[in-house]
């Protein structure tokens, strides 16, 4: 990529929505060979070619193709908005807000509407100034991750997190004083 936060919109609609070879080509454009990826439900470390019986060559950029083949395969029909994108050039990480629809084609009337922030570390090779992404880590809040696996969990968990909000309060003002004392005595 010549210019990352104008470009990985359109990479990233590829890698969701695209069909296996555009994902393939994709990856193989945006993507180092050996780059890696962090998902809550799976992670590649990062590893250049090795040859496997029946499979040939791979690399862990082949690996991460093998998981949106089958996140696509899952869900064929994916709903992806990419909200900002946020380049700190300091660090080269693009911080990608995003929202997806992900519906399991054979769960006919579930569909997981989930928000993530996606951290995309780039580099360059000496002799090309062009981006690459060398690590994907997809960052989901812990109440955005279960809508994967536990219908209406989410809402059980947000009522869990409010009632831990109540009790830190009454805590709070309950121990108050020997709070207070404690301080003191430092």
């Not at 121990?175 to 404690?182: D, E, R, S």
């Amino acid at each position: 990529m010549e210019d990352p936060a104008s470009e990985i919109p359109s990479v990233i609609y590829m890698l969701t929505t695209g069909t296996p070879s555009e994902q393939k080509h994709t990856l193989e454009t945006y993507f180092t060979p050996d780059s890696s990826f962090q998902h809550p439900f799976c992670r590649v470390s990062s590893f250049s070619d090795i040859s496997i019986p029946l499979l040939g060559v791979i690399n862990s950029r082949w690996v991460m193709w093998m998981i949106y083949r089958w996140y696509k395969f899952l869900s064929p029909k994916i709903a992806i908005e990419v909200h900002s994108v946020v380049q700190d050039l300091k660090k080269r990480v693009l911080y990608v807000e995003i929202s997806q629809v992900f519906s399991l084609w054979f769960v006919p009337l579930y569909k997981s509407h989930v928000h993530f922030v996606a951290a995309l570390h780039l580099t360059q090779f000496p002799d090309d100034k062009r981006y690459y992404i060398f690590k994907q880590e997809d960052h989901y809040q812990f109440n955005e991750f279960v809508k994967f696996v536990w219908p209406g969990g989410d809402t059980f968990l947000t009522i869990w997190q409010f009632t831990a909000t109540l009790a830190c309060i009454i805590g709070g003002l309950l121990l108050a004083p020997l709070t207070f004392w404690t301080w003191r005595r430092e």
